[in-house]
């Protein structure tokens, strides 16, 4: 069992930055590859970032990518996604969630635990 939880969500111009958390809970979050989602107004919720268990390997859906990086802190249970050049089309609540499965993983329903989320703002 493992519980997320996001923080550092807020609102930003566009071009800014912002730096998003998740804390994980539970003895085996190293063992876990770690995702990140977002869910614009009236979307269905996509995939932004994935990092494998170790943190070396890391996948990005096309829309962030040079823009995004994820990362990960296994002595800290926590993974990040810094978030630079944002745009208003980023605008959504921002969710992290784990997989026992591969990092390449980009569908929601692969993720077995997810976080509450985070909201992002981007105003132009």
């Known amino acids: 069992q493992v519980q997320l939880v996001e923080s550092g969500g807020g609102l930003v111009q566009a071009g800014g930055s912002l730096r998003l958390s998740c804390a994980a809970s539970g003895p085996t979050f190293s063992t876990y590859a770690m995702g990140w989602f977002r869910q614009g107004p009236g979307k269905e919720r996509e995939f932004v970032a994935a990092i494998n268990w170790s943190g070396i390997n890391t996948y990005y859906a096309d829309s962030v990518k040079g823009r995004f990086t994820i990362s990960r802190d296994n002595a800290k249970n926590t993974v990040y996604l810094q978030m630079n050049s944002l745009k208003p089309e980023d605008t959504a609540v921002y969710y992290c969630?784990?997989?026992?499965?591969?990092?390449?993983?980009?569908?929601?329903?692969?993720?077995?635990?997810w976080g509450q989320g985070t909201q992002v703002t981007v105003s132009s």
């Open positions: 969630a784990a997989t026992a499965g591969s990092y390449y993983n980009t569908r929601p329903r692969l993720y077995a635990y």
